[in-house]
């Protein structure tokens, strides 16, 4: 037998009162019945409808003066009853019995239809409309029906455009209390909802449930035509219109076709330019009032949409939907020229233009042609010298983003990526994964075409390109082309100017944070490697590398005139010179030519009288020094 619980004593005795009083006065209309025939006279004036007390306050009429007296406590939020359990305080005794089952779980009212149970009668009665179908409340302006009160109030909301909840930290409304609540996350970042299994954290209970269905492949909707099976029902709807939608409005201009004459006219503001819609923030306009509400997001920094496999949040579900491939690996977007899978369509259409050649996009200011629109936006800021992008730290401008990421680790000087061998830190994992091979000294990778082999894979890819002078990557700027992204990623700095950089000794800024550690080594004198054959000592390695041919007698660098072999590719493009007599330094005194800016130099002091000073040895190495004089002696 079940025994009921109270909190205090007066709760118990009036319970007993309750069992024992007989109750001999009934309603004729409901039946409910009552102890005593004032209790009953004051119940029938319901069914009377005479309603005498009336609230000065807002005019809402009442039958008794009791119900009266309660309504007041609204406007003057008064709440006399307090919980003592959780000091929640409430306007009625009534709401305070009803609050007190959340904490001693009772629910008296159970669903003769499924038998599940309930803490408030009017709550049975709402669910029980479920399996009725019942849908009492219509809305008088779209004839939309609802089961509950509280859905038409809020509905009705949708042709009010009211928004009475609002955001007391960015300022944004919602129609909800709920909406309002969840959106406060945003700010907090509470993620309440966590799995079990895998213990990734969600903000909303359903995105949870949701997140289940991938641990249980629960797919609960299923197409009743061609029997798809989904996870989710709004995943089914969108599904339906593959066999149910017809496309009845089509655009008399470029004859694509809509379902609705809303979307067409939509459509219609791309031909138009018409943008309507403006946001109060930043003035931006838009052609349509849902591009509006996601642009929003930037400001409010709101996420809604989530990846149930991972948790990384976005702000428009296209976004998500295009993320959730990376989990899937599913690569819809095939290339018929060479059979290139991509994820998405634009990196498709993007990629076509590579075996097209085609540049749609033009720089109105220099004229120049681009195949990507994102490629010209960053090409105008070289006319513009517009630096969107700016280090929250320092205020450093950039303008690209991908600078500015760079840059943010300068300042934070995270590298959560450890060599396990030295202890040596990387900011990412690539450059962890290349510096192993330095220990391990394995060059398992061998070029079939000269036999130089590599530790990793990649090396082995890169170093192809020197063999087939395969080009992929394009400056947008002056269309000079590099075997490497990240060479191109380094050139742009040429042209930006961007120099991130600095050395602390004598404030010389680099671009690229190797050529500061190089420079380090001018104030250090440090000459970390050293020649195996004569202990030469170098301050860089490719001028290792340069000097070891000496010993090798190794000459990669041919004419193709007259054969002559030459240990670096500088040598040979001053020695090409010979042949093409070709003489790009010029007095601009009495307009003689020279093959080398240093017999240019040689050359002023006839003019200026300069005594000659003692040459720096560190201008040219000796071989080079002799190839100079040999091949330009009549230069004096």
Known sequence: MNSKQFFDKSQVNQHNRNL??????????????????????????????????FCDKCDKEFSQKGYLEIHYRIHE??????????????????????????????????????????????????HYRVHTNEKPYSCDICGKAFSQKGSLDAHHRIHTNEKPYRCNICGKAFTLKGNLYTHYRIHTNEKPYSCDICGNEFTQKGKLDRHYKIHTNEKSFSCDICGKEFT??????????????????????????????????????????????????????????????????????????????????????????LHCRIHTNERPYLCITC?????????????????????????????????????????SRTHTNERP?????????????????KHHQT????????????????TQKFNLNIHYGTHINEKQYSCDICDKAFAHKTKLKMHYKTHTNEKLFSCDICGKEFSHKGNLGMHYKIHTNEKMYSCDICSKEFSRKGSLYKH?????????????????????????????????????????????????????????????????????????????????????????????????????????????????????
């Open 389 to 405: 992008y700016s280090c929250d730290i320092c205020g450093k401008e950039f303008s690209r983003k991908d600078t500015l990421s």
């Open 232 to 321: 989710q029902k709004g995943k089914l709807d969108r599904h339906y219109r593959i066999h149910t939608y017809k496309k009845s409005f089509s655009c008399d201009r470029c004859g694509k076709e809509f379902t609705q004459k809303g979307k067409l006219d939509r459509h219609y503001r791309i031909h138009t330019n018409e943008k309507p819609y403006s946001c109060v923030i930043c003035g931006k306009a838009f052609s349509q009032k849902c591009n509006l509400n996601t642009h929003y997001r930037i400001h409010t920094h709101e996420k809604p949409y989530s990846c149930d496999i991972c948790g990384k949040e976005f702000i428009q579900k296209c976004s998500l939907n």
């Open 77 to 126: 939020n008064a709440k006399p009853y307090s919980c003592d359990k959780c000091s929640k305080n409430f306007s009625t005794k009534s709401n305070l019995n009803l609050h007190y089952r959340v904490h001693t779980n009772e629910k008296p009212y159970s669903c003769v239809a499924c038998g599940k149970e309930f803490s408030q009668k009017s709550s049975l009665k709402t």
């Open 20 to 53: 024992i009083t007989e109750k001999l006065y009934s309603c004729g209309a409901y039946g409910k019945e009552y102890s005593a025939k004032d209790d009953l006279d004051t119940h029938n004036e319901i069914h009377t409808n005479n309603k005498s007390y």
């Open 520 to 636: 380090h080594r001018t104030h250090t004198n440090e000459k970390p490697y050293s020649c195996d054959t004569c202990c030469k000592e170098f301050s860089q390695k490719f001028n290792l590398d340069r000097h070891n041919r000496i010993h090798a007698n190794y000459k990669p660098y041919s004419c193709d005139i007259c054969g002559n072999g030459f240990f670096q590719k500088g040598n040979l493009t001053l020695h090409s010179r010979i042949h093409t007599n070709e003489r790009p330094y010029s007095c601009d005194i009495c307009g003689k030519e020279f093959f080398l800016k240093s017999s240019l130099n040689k050359h002023y002091r006839i003019h200026t009288h300069e005594e000659p000073h003692s040459p720096d040895v560190q201008t040219f190495p000796c071989l080079q020094k002799m190839f100079i004089q040999k091949s330009f002696k009549y230069e004096l």
């Open 339 to 379: 059979g290139k899978e991509f994820s998405w369509k634009g990196n498709l259409v993007r990629h076509y233009r590579i075996h097209t050649n085609k540049k749609p996009y033009l720089c109105d200011v220099c004229g120049k042609y681009f195949s990507d629109k994102g490629c010209l936006n960053i090409h």
């Open 411 to 426: 300042h934070s000087n995270e590298k959560p990526y450890s060599c396990d061998i030295c202890c040596k830190e990387f």
